[in-house]
């Protein structure tokens, strides 16, 4: 079996492929329609007489608005931790994605394909989610820390071998009378 610079064999590189691309799916499925769904309709606080009129809302308290996640109105911190994992999962798989094919002559358009992916993946995740600058950030520090991981782990990597080549092999050799 052929290997590359990555010493992984052609069968490894297909597997891993396919389950990162399984991941990208379901985690992009799942950001688009949250555990518990989305709002169907504005709610308005029923102990409020307010009568809904377009542009006159000003006496309505709005309990929930249609097209944002159920969980996040149900819970805050579940919804935060949610889009947290499901982000770091999506960004991870494809941060792993890129790098299997790392060596392909289509490594510019896997590079495109990767962040208009990842951008779409954020203005769908914007279109359910709050705006507040929390799950704002929430986001983008999941979506960016694979990638930010790998480029520290590849700058240790480099210092290392660096490193190991600069050492020489084996004992000092000591000489009488050298001096």
Known sequence: MPTDLLNISSDARNTLL????LIVAVTFQAALNPPAGVW???RYDPKQNCTVVP???NNCTRLAQAGISVLHTRSEIRYGIFIFVNTMAFSAATCTIYFLLRGSPFRTETLISIYCMNFAYVASVGAVQPQTPTTWTLLFVALFSPYIFRLFSNII??????????????????????C
């Open 40 to 42: 169907q309709d504005d």
């Open 157 to 178: 990597k480099s210092h290392k071998v660096a490193r190991e080549q600069d050492v020489p092999q084996g004992p000092p050799v000591f000489q009488r009378g050298a």
């Open 55 to 57: 542009g006159n809302l």
């Open 18 to 21: 396919v389950v990162t691309t």
